[in-house]
């Protein structure tokens, strides 16, 4: 038996005054009600009597005569608190009907009455719901002011109620806002680019059709199939590395107040996380089982896009200093970005573009490298934004480039070392060719002065 | 003048043996690469003679007449180091040339070889770039086996130049890739809202024109306008607001590894970047004036968009628990999104579009409304996954459904309180009334056992 059952039983079995719903009982809510400073308060433009209705109607009211408590509520005070009698719904008054559960609820568990009046499990039988939500505080102050049963059978859950998920000291306020107080520069690099990710960047992976793809896949020989699935497991890992490790650089750029990029940065996340569900559709729908992670991501992969580059970004939760900044930047934008990813579309296009192979893998490579090429350009104006106030880094982020240009070159030689032929004819010295070239590009934008 | 400069002009002065360039400054360098580990190591498939040459040839070199410096090297281990004369370039060798700054930059200062290849300072003159940038490591090995000038004036600047933006302890390195080991779950339901997302979400803002909302808003009686510029302004910091606010969140969802999901909050995150430039597109070119954020942001909206929205999801920096991810969803998606925000577009359709007033307006809303159907059902369907999961929960989440409910309504009485007449007919019981309804239609959708 549930416990507000087990109570009201208790209550009716035991007529003594002072239990609840007594006469004298009744009289301790009026009184309770008019010491409230809550109530007086909050119901100072209440002046409607309200009738709480039982329903089913329970044996101890019908043996007042009573269908439930009527409260007459003058501005902030209870004139009147009695047994309510059928005849009171006709006069001018609020109604609310509600179970004997839930009404011990309300009225004996702190349980709150806008919620239930929204649940359903208490009904307004006449008045305004509006009015009624609007004097929600009046109404909570007015239950809580009920005399507790002097038993404990019922547990109060009150205490445990309070205050869910917010046990932390106030932080991180918002003290005003960019386009509220200047608007948005719409002139600025990164908004310049949004309006090019709002119209190229909107392409939809799932459009993309994979049934050549599928029967290119068929026909190929296990050595070609293994270098696509090899070169197809990199980038996997990699796209969803970095929809992952975007994370904390748009937070650090939020924090910094610099709306304008944040909001380009929004489209660069969505795009990866696009570019994420382009490949696993590829590797689920052409492939048709998972790559072999162990087998594909070899030490110097595993080095960068497991290690170097989340540790790089997530750095940023506890330091955005310029360095740690460059840093990030440097590792995603252009050596992950810029070096590697665009090497590896390189890799695509030279094992199958010649022989008209899989044109739905190269579509979907073909979007994603202008996708990038936009994601390079910011990260290399953040790069030299920050440069051009940290001269003192340069020396060091030079260093830093090296060091990540090392990283990247030893990937290629891991994939390569691989194979004693390459299928597609491919060659290490090309790619390594290539990649440098990538690199040197973007160095050349740098505003690097020495 | 520059120190290398100096340096460069003490050394051709000095011509006591043992300085820079010197005879038995070369036999140093020999015998130091030779006893260098890294060198050899890392340049034992190396095999052809290197000539460093100095261009324009200084002064001491043409006294030699040399045209630099040439070394043999077998690999692994320097077997001749001497001046070079013009007629070894002719033989079977790698070239290199560079001015003498850059030769004592990388010669004293541990400045990288690579990276002075790519930008241009180190000059590859014969040979193959990617044979020397896949031998890096080599390459640096032996230049810094190159003995130190005795002097101090060449800052030595390797020690200030490592680790940059690397301070910190390794932490967050990823334990492997869900799309890798697993691939996506495209009939999850975040999944189906990204597809959706993808098709509905991708309107572009920039395309609304306002041409008609222009000359609208000049004929509209200064009460009107006032409404309207009061709405807007709630809006445009609403929607950076969420803009800002959900960061937390995509990242506590990354981190718990839900790439489902965290790929659909990012179409979720780019919306809301798209309805901030929507909302400053507005205000800046229909009303032209940024609307004053203490005029029009009152006591109850500041409270819940200032404070306690960012609170509540910047909480979560700290403490993922499902308390706190409870607080930050309800308050971010159940009331900022799916009570306030709907009742905001409800008073937008109410003002305009009876007299058909701001076309592009309300086209953009109509939009926002729909991306945000999307927002609050995501936000739904995460309440439920938690609260499935912390039974325990529920009695205090309902009490702090309440609590943001009353936020809610505080906002709506304190918009209107501001006119004795409300421009466009609007009454405030009618929105009090859409508030709770739309609060009541989310309610329903929670799964709370009681």
Redesign the interface.
């Known amino acids: 038996m549930n416990p507000f059952k087990e109570y009201f039983i208790k209550g009716q079995q035991n007529k003594d005054e002072g239990h609840l719903f007594s006469d004298s009982w009744l009289q301790e809510w009026r009184k309770s009600i008019n010491k409230s400073e809550s109530y007086s308060k909050q119901a100072a433009a209440w002046n409607i009597p309200l009738i709480l209705l039982f329903k089913p109607l329970p044996d101890f009211f019908k043996s007042k005569n009573s269908v439930g408590i009527y409260l007459d509520l003058r501005s902030g005070t209870c004139t009147e608190l009695r047994y309510a009698v059928s005849d009171d719904i006709e006069t001018n008054c609020v109604v609310l009907s509600a179970s004997e559960k839930s009404w011990l609820q309300l009225l004996q568990s702190g ?2 009455p ?2 239930f009046l ?2 359903g499990k208490l009904k307004l039988e006449k008045g ?3 009015l009624l ?2 004097n ?2 009046a109404a909570k102050a007015l239950l809580d002011a009920a005399p507790s049963n002097s038993g404990d059978q019922i547990p109060n ?1 009150s205490e ?9 000291p ?15 520069d ?1 002139e600025s690099f990164p908004m310049k680019l ?2 090019k990710a ?2 190229y960047g ?1 392409w ?3 459009d993309i059709s994979f049934e050549k793809d599928r029967s290119d896949w068929k026909n190929m020989s296990a050595d070609e199939q293994t270098i696509i699935m090899h070169l197809s ?1 990199l980038f ?2 990699g ?3 970095v ?2 490790d975007l ?2 650089l ?2 650090v750029i ?1 924090k910094e107040g610099r ?1 304008e990029e ?2 380009y940065i ?2 660069f ?2 795009e ?3 570019h ?2 382009f ?3 590829f ?2 729908e052409v492939i048709k089982t ?2 072999d ?1 162990d087998r594909f ?1 070899g030490p110097f992969y595993k080095k960068l ?3 170097k580059l ?3 970004l ?2 940023l ?3 955005r ?1 310029p ?6 930047s440097a590792t995603y934008n252009m050596i992950v970005e810029g070096t590697l990813a665009e090497t590896g579309y390189e890799a695509y296009y030279k094992m199958l573009d010649d022989h008209d192979l899989m044109p739905g893998l190269r579509e979907g490579v073909l979007k994603l490298k202008q996708d990038e090429s936009r994601h390079i350009a910011y990260g290399l104006w953040l790069i030299n934004r920050i440069l051009e106030e940290n001269e003192d ?1 340069h ?8 060091e990540l ?2 990283d990247a ?1 030893n990937i290629i ?1 891991e994939i390569f070392d691989r194979y004693d032929t390459v299928p597609f004819g491919l060659e290490e ?1 090309w790619f ?2 290539y990649a ?1 070239k990538q ?2 590009h973007r ?2 934008k740098l505003k ?1 002065n020495n």
């Open positions: 349980k709150n806008t919620l929204l649940n305004s719901k509006t939500v609007s929600a505080g859950v445990q109620e309070s205050n869910i998920g917010n046990n932390r106030t932080s991180e306020p918002h003290e005003r806002f960019s386009t509220v107080t200047k608007g948005l719409f949004f309006q709002k119209i909107v939809n992976p799932s497991s996997l890992a796209e969803e590395a929809t992952l994370l904390p748009i937070r939020a709306i944040e909001i929004t489209s996340l969505w990866e996380a696009k994420t569900e490949f696993a559709r590797v689920m998972q790559p992670a991501h896009f497991y290690e989340p540790q790089a997530s750095a939760d506890h330091d200093s360095a740690v900044q460059l840093r990030a880094l020396p060091s982020f030079e260093n830093l480039l090296d240009l090392t070159t030689h010295e390594l060719d440098i690199f040197q160095m050349e690097l």
